[in-house]
């Protein structure tokens, strides 16, 4: 059920034409309150697409009745004319649902550079308006799907059954901190102003779709939105929201690691006994982003080195005589030189943990990432996305 | 001719069974002198292997007689006892040409984490003792490749034919800055002594390695050797002495970048009008790395989004709507927005020219790299390099 999982919330997904392929390619997800609070967290990508500088502005006032997300085209660099785009959808949509145009977010993933096919989606637009209900968070979700193989959805209820948060997300590539790319709209049915959101949404952003990294490249289009409807009437303490809301992002970005392009390798990073939580990030994004570690391990092959060749380009605190390396269990690595036979890795299976202690203190961080393979290549080069 | 073009030099290589493969695999470049000035840079990895390690030590006083390069066997991360292997080979070295050891600087490429047969490499040590000769330097090249399909060399004469300064290389994959992952000897019979000769490495390699990029991977065995055996009994203008090396350094780097592993394209990535030559090297760096471009310019797509995306990921100084980006010679991007129709690009000939204009200063720099293929994923992981 995903977004309209919690009370309060309606939407619908229908194929516009945007695709070439004829899939669904526009969503709309409507807010009927009583609450209209509403908190995001965007790319950090100086060159941002017209939906996210538009979102960014609407969300100003804490208050967000309706988000229409399309695919088939991210509407970046598209110029003051891909802004007056995103300005008119949203005017379409809040004529359509009697909102002002400032209450409405608007989110685009796709090709970059090239203005979207504004009939289309207008059109698309009116018919998800005609079809929204109260189940159709799963439709909504289908048409987000770029290269995603399948649709992401999560839901989780509140420990006493009175809240739920449901979620839905796309993104198989273009994967980075921070953000991961991706869009990601998430709902509650809980009470909460619009501060409280903001500091939920950042903290659950920070612990999950931040520390996944498929292939290093920041996106100009990632958005992830927390609407809360208050329709449970339920009031949680903040901890307990951070923690579901975190829940359904960790999912939902597992969910974008298991389905990443030609992934056939989920990888957790590991850094541990580090001076500090930044330290164990830094590392764990070098070694993520080693290409060549991506490769070997897409081969099955535990080479070790590059995960030490990789640490060693960090500032973190570390002596290169005192790291330790373990893939799948097995420390091949102990004080900076070999340690048990690489023989014992086993690598054959889909799940690869790799842990580097860097003896440097007691932090501890986990990155999340895939491995680079033909398939990437292929989905990368065969045509533009 | 490569190292040995210059007077006062002698080389050779052979095949000690280094390599699975029984392909050459050890040289020695001698220094008959009479000077033994010599300079180099390293790789900045902190995980540093044992023959950088040694070599630092060895040139802390501005001499070298002789240099030993193994491929076959990285001998990094292999602790204190790689350090022990290292020290032999430069004893066994300066034993047979009647040398300190402090004299004999050693490199070594191949596999991360594994201790070199000693007996095989001393073996062949001896061996190249033997076959030292003034035409030794093809043989020596051709003993420093790894994945290389062809060896590297290079020679350039002063304006009066009085100098001659010449180079080999191996390198073709692990490129990043700085350095670019390699192996580089280069030589000359010019008269200059080691400060000189410091300042000398050190900007050829600024100008040439620190800005090829081919992965973003930074190797632990990265070293440029630059001796000078005075042979010649001229002492040239330190600029055009710089220009020399500068220019046998880029010739090098060229062909590394050319023979990069699974590459089809060479691509040269200039920004103009930036604040400064750090913006613009950042920037530079951040185009050359975004795996989502490499892949499209090997699908000869002028995805030219993808280099905004990777600009606005920098902390350069711009603004994203006054960014224009020309992909061989057509504007595709202008002002942030589309430029000239994208259909216009030609991307199919094996030379890419990317130029961005931030419109942010009068500062340009160059990065080389190539694209990502799926050439480059089986060569690093279908075994073990």
Known sequence: MSVTAPKGFRAAGVAAGLKPSGRPDVALVVNDGPSDAAAAVFTTNRVQAAPVQWTRQALADGRLRAVVLNSGGANACTGPDGFADTHFTAEHVAKALDLGAGDVGIC??????????????????????????????????????TTDTVSKQAVRLSADGAVTVGGMAKGAAMLAPSLATMLVVVTTDAVADAATLHRVVSEATRLTFERIDSDGCLSTNDTVLLLASGASGVTLAEAELTALVTDVCMDLGKQMIGDAEGATKDIAITIKGAASEDDALEVGRAVARNNLLKCALYGKDPNWG?????????KAAFEPDELDVAMNGVWVCKAGAPGESRDLVDLSGREIAIV?????????ATIWTNDLTDGYVYENSAYST
């Open 306 to 314: 590059r995960v030490l060749a990789a640490i060693g380009t960090t």
């Open 108 to 145: 685009s993933t796709g090709l970059i550079g090239v203005r979207l096919p504004m009939d289309l989606l207008l059109n698309g637009v009116t018919r998800t308006v005609a079809q929204l209900s109260a189940d159709g968070g799963p439709a909504a979700a289908e048409a987000i799907r």
């Open 356 to 364: 580097a202690d860097l003896h440097a203190g007691t932090a501890e």
